[in-house]
């Protein structure tokens, strides 16, 4: 079966360890109420590479706003500067030189300390997006039977859009199969990891044993 998850009631948070209200998130899907990391309902285990990514997003996050801070502070401490660089200017020209330079050095730096913290928030939206293609990928493959991008959003607390996007990349990277049913509807599935480890060798044994089955046709028409 395919997690039900609940958003009603509260929930252990992977980051700050409280029983948290989850909030929707228009770009990270789900997000805990307290101390905004993000979460995903109907995914319980405390450790392994799901925790990882969103640990990582978590952290990303946090210093996205400590840049922005940054970059704010460095704005607003060059207006003063450039001030007095420009009196400076008139009265004492090596000094009004030096004082330009701090300022827009401080400028640049407000400049760059904000793309950094574009590239942040890149990174979080990406290690989300990681965490939760590992996740559905876990939860379609250990589900019984095939399963349409409807289900997965009803059961994720998604919407039907993101869950389809999710599913296809998941498809696309060789993770899940897609189906289409009788009546037109295309279903997703896939095998379990234990499954999909056994088949692969399976497979590999079969491709050792073809050139040698080969290579005994050859010798069978030589003779
Ligand atoms: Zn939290």
């Not at 360890?17 to 995903?40: N, R, S």
């Not at 030096?98 to 300022?103: D, F, I, M, P, Q």
Request: aromatic residues 6%.
């Amino acid at each position: 079966m395919f997690p039900m998850a609940s958003v009603a009631d509260l929930r252990p948070c992977p980051h700050c360890g409280g029983q948290v209200k989850y909030e929707a998130d228009p770009q990270l899907l789900w997000v805990c109420g307290t101390c905004g990391g993000p979460v995903i309902p109907g995914f319980r285990a405390s450790s392994g590479p799901i925790i990882e990514a969103l640990s990582g997003a978590k952290r990303a996050k946090s210093s996205t706003f400590s840049r922005r801070f940054g970059s704010v502070a460095l704005a607003i401490a060059f207006w003063p500067m450039a001030a007095s660089a420009a009196f400076l200017l008139m009265v004492y020209l090596p000094a009004g030189i030096l004082a330009g330079t701090t300022a827009i050095a401080t400028l640049i730096g407000s400049f760059m300390t904000w793309k950094s913290g574009v590239t942040k928030i890149a990174e979080t939206k990406r290690l989300t997006e990681e965490a939760w293609l590992l996740y559905l990928s876990e939860a379609v493959r250990n589900s019984d039977r095939a399963i349409s991008a409807e289900k997965v959003a009803e059961a994720a607390q998604i919407s039907v859009v993101r869950a389809g996007e999710m599913l296809e990349s998941l498809v696309r990277r060789g993770d899940l199969d897609l189906n289409i049913t009788h009546e037109g509807r295309l279903t997703y599935s896939g095998e379990a990891a234990g499954v999909r480890v056994a088949r692969n060798v399976v497979d590999e044994a079969a491709e050792l044993e073809e050139p040698a089955g080969e290579e005994a046709k050859a010798r069978v028409v030589k003779q």
